[in-house]
């Protein structure tokens, strides 16, 4: 199933509630935040975590991301790739493979 298939359930979603007034930009940023926060959690004590909280949790960021996108009228696939090629400007493969630092201590 593609982004834009669930981008159109997930505005039935809202539209069947009346909660559009509740998802302006700013709501749907702050809730991506605290969704990526519950996600962090399962991982608080332990590297291994109950993947069915993990998958839940996932699902949730990604929900409030595609709503973002689509209140904020971008493609997500496309900025996903545009911030890749930006990416990899910053991270060339000569100068990171294998490293962690950030691009500027490369």
């Not at 298939?5 to 009346?18: G, N, P, S």
């Amino acid at each position: 199933m593609d982004h834009k298939k669930i981008t159109l359930q997930l505005r039935t979603f809202v539209a069947e509630r009346d909660w559009q007034k509740f998802h302006e930009p700013e709501n749907l940023a702050k809730s991506i935040s605290i969704e990526a926060a519950e996600l962090l959690e399962c991982y608080q004590w332990n590297s291994s975590a109950d993947q069915s909280a993990v998958r839940a949790e996932l699902a949730d960021v990604l929900t409030y991301c595609l709503m973002l996108a689509d209140k904020l009228d971008v493609d997500p696939m496309e900025i996903v790739l545009e911030k890749l090629e930006q990416t990899k400007l910053k991270y060339p493969v000569a100068k990171s493979f294998g490293k962690s630092a950030k691009y500027d201590r490369l």
